[in-house]
């Protein structure tokens, strides 16, 4: 697994990945799932960094960070979507460690959010590989594919919790 940078090139790949049931019922963004990618892409510029993920030069996922910059809550938060197709392998875990890493060691952050659903049990056992803890629910705070208001579970990850995997795949940013 390795991480890169993306581009507007990789928006084909995104939008496949996003039309599975999977990924859609937490990363909807409306029925035009072309115009959905784009808005991701329009959203990259100083305060959010995006990658995609990459499984023998196949993109598989997504992952983006950005920041809280106030220097008395200076703190980056992430969000990743991955290919069906290849959960269950810890890809996901792989490049949410690689970028909690790369946040740490060359961005300086102390502390780092991840807000998944409340009922994604998959991603909630993957961050907490990684080291994320819980914080706490946040009450009808997402708009589920339904249509009705979901919970999310803020968590938080130290950079002296991070763990790291006993073999790695891993290729930093």
Not at 118 to 127: E, K, L
Not at 148 to 168: K, R, V
Request: aromatic residues 8%; glycine residues 8%.
């Amino acid at each position: 697994m390795r991480l890169r940078i993306a581009e507007k090139t990789d928006a084909p790949r995104l939008v496949e990945i996003r039309r599975t049931p999977e990924v859609y019922r937490h990363w909807r963004g409306g029925d035009d799932l072309v115009k959905a990618v784009e808005e991701d892409f329009a959203e990259v510029d100083d305060d959010v960094t995006a990658y995609v993920i990459l499984l023998d030069d196949d993109i598989v996922g997504w992952i983006q960070w950005g920041s809280e910059e106030e220097p008395d809550y200076r703190h980056a938060h992430m969000d990743i979507y991955v290919d069906p197709a290849v959960h269950g392998q810890g890809v996901g875990t792989d490049a949410v460690r690689t970028l909690a890493r790369h946040l740490f060691v060359d961005h300086g952050y102390h502390r780092l959010e991840i807000d998944p659903a409340a009922d994604n049990a998959p991603a909630i056992r993957c961050y907490a590989k990684v080291g994320f803890k819980p914080v706490g629910i946040t009450r009808q705070s997402e708009r589920g594919s339904d249509g009705t208001w979901h919970d999310g579970l803020l968590m938080d990850l130290l950079a002296a919790e991070l763990t790291e995997p006993e073999t790695s795949t891993q290729t930093a940013p």
